[in-house]
């Protein structure tokens, strides 16, 4: 990669991304899918992007993963 970000052309860039994903939204729910363990399992195993979604369905829930 060159200086400022540019890739040059021979280089190949991928992004892996992880396209559903878990988040617990409340304390009581599983604690390998709160936020800071989710981002470690990501950084371990070369995820850098993921979609996530709240464990129960509801737009509560969706508004507090939005604040996550």
Same mark, same amino acid.
Request: with cysteine; charged share 30%; hydrophobic share 40%.
């Given at each position: ?21 878990? $988040? ?8 390998? %899918?709160?936020? #800071?363990?989710?981002? +470690? ?5 070369? $995820? ?8 129960? %369905?509801?737009? #509560?829930?969706?508004? +507090?993963?939005?604040?996550?």
């Amino acid at each position: 990669q060159k200086a400022g970000g540019k890739i040059e052309e021979s280089e190949e860039w991928k992004m892996v991304v992880d396209a559903h994903v878990h $988040i617990a939204t409340e304390e009581n729910e599983n604690p390998r %899918a709160r936020v #800071e363990n989710v981002i +470690k399992s990501m950084d371990a195993n070369g $995820i850098d992007l993921a979609v996530c979604f709240p464990f129960s %369905a509801g737009i #509560e829930k969706q508004k +507090k993963l939005a604040e996550l």
